[in-house]
T-cell receptor, first 113, second 114 residues
């Protein structure tokens, strides 16, 4: 079974631009979560989607948004990029009803200049 | 609020020796799960071991085992017979039933010395 995939793997953007990251979960997984990983803050929870519905979100500004499609694929968008948004963005998928294990993708490395 | 604390930023262990990584957590809930994840350099995060809070028995997975002390809210990971491939960042995490949200610790970087 294919793992969680994320595209693109690397991205360089300029301050003020917006960016869209994509995540394809493991087949059959309907829950997708997003995390921001930085050396100083560790992994911070962004939001979780299940069957196209956002069930929880972290403490991030409204510039960070996401959505999930009917095939469980998910996208996250960051508008008006700031230097501090430079991070590794991780996506994880889960069945949630099987011990709450999450399976992570390789991440998208976003650099804002 | 749920919190997870890893107080050891970095640990070292000799190959074939045993090492224990510490994690403490805080939650007011009774139905929660605890995890250890491993993130090798430039590679994907993978699940090492999982513990359900309602189970008293400590989880084990081959060379990996946990010491789950519920009253003390402690969840340490023991790696036996350490191998070079165990070198990675290790994250402790928790989730509470119904929140659909993981809380991660800041991680412990494990170095394995040949």
């Amino acid at each position: 079974k294919a793992g969680v995939t994320q595209t693109p793997r690397y991205l360089i953007k300029t301050r003020g631009q917006q960016v869209t990251l994509s995540c394809s979960p493991i087949s059959g997984h309907r829950s997708v979560s997003w995390y921001q990983q930085t050396p100083g803050q560790g992994l911070q929870f962004l939001f979780e989607y299940f069957s196209e519905t956002q069930r929880n979100k972290g403490n991030f500004p409204g510039r960070f948004s996401g959505r999930q499609f009917s095939n469980s694929r998910s996208e996250m968008n960051v508008s008006t990029l700031e230097l501090g948004d430079s991070a590794l963005y991780l996506c994880a998928s889960s069945l949630w009803d099987r011990g709450y294990e999450q399976y992570f993708g390789p991440g998208t490395r976003l650099t804002v200049t | 609020a749920q919190t997870v604390t890893q107080s050891q930023p970095e640990m070292s262990v000799q190959e074939a020796e045993t090492v224990t990584l510490s994690c403490t957590y805080d939650t007011s809930e009774s139905d929660y799960y605890l995890f250890w994840y491993k993130q090798p350099p430039s590679r994907q995060m993978i699940l090492v071991i999982r513990q359900e809070a309602y189970k008293q028995q400590n989880a084990t997975e081959n060379r990996f085992s946990v010491n789950f002390q519920k009253a003390a809210k402690s969840f340490s990971l023991k790696i036996s017979d350490s191998q070079l491939g165990d070198a990675a960042m290790y994250f402790c995490a928790s989730t509470t039933s119904g929140t659909y949200k993981y809380i991660f610790g800041t991680g412990t970087r494990l170095k394995v010395l040949a």
